[in-house]
């Protein structure tokens, strides 16, 4: 049996799941790898790509909405009802390109926070989808960016510990609401 999730792209007034924030340690520990794809599962990432489109954000991963699990969703088409969105269950980098692209990112646990990265520019991924089915995706641009932050997450990394710039991205961060001390910066 396969399964397709129904999954309406609508912002809800209360979505399933609650985003946490820079700060919270839920965001800072390494996820598990999903054992086992069941109901559970598929329950989550359907509330998480919910949650997602209602806060308007193109990825989010488990850890992100409080649970410690290897479990992401992107969707660069929040917009196109007909374009399905990806779930990538255990995803792992299996080869990323040497060329490297700077560009600005952001984040639904950083919210209004803006700020440069670095990353590949294009990447192969190896993943399970929602049917337990090995799957490998290539990716460039955008996609590859995203998964590549989504992943990141999955291993206590925020996109903020990756920026150079910190003289540009303190007062950012201060502006928001946010702490330096919860950067670990990585660069
Ligand atoms: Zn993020």
Redesign the pocket.
């Known amino acids: 049996m396969t399964t397709t999730l129904q999954v309406s792209k609508e912002k809800l007034k209360k979505p399933p799941l609650q985003i946490q924030t820079l700060g919270n340690r839920v965001l800072r520990q390494p996820s598990k790898n999903v054992s086992s794809i069941n109901e559970e599962i598929r329950l989550l990432a359907q509330q998480m790509l919910q949650t997602m489109y209602s806060a308007d954000g193109i990825?989010l991963?488990a850890p992100?909405v409080g649970v410690n699990k290897r479990l992401i969703v992107v969707d660069l088409e929040p917009d196109k009802a007909e374009y399905p969105p990806l779930v990538l269950i255990n995803p792992a980098v299996k080869k990323v390109s040497n060329e490297i692209s700077l560009d600005q990112e952001g984040?639904?646990?950083v919210p209004n926070v803006y700020a440069d990265v670095r990353r590949p520019t294009k990447i192969t991924v190896t993943y399970r989808d929602l049917n337990g089915k090995p799957m490998s995706l290539e990716a460039s641009g955008l996609l590859a960016r995203c998964i590549l932050?989504?992943i990141d997450?999955l291993d206590g990394v925020?996109?903020v510990d990756l920026v150079e710039n910190q003289l540009d991205l303190t007062p950012k961060l201060v502006s928001k609401g946010f702490s330096m001390k919860d950067v670990q910066s990585r660069i």
């Open positions: 990825g991963a992100q984040c639904l646990s932050h989504e997450h925020m996109f």
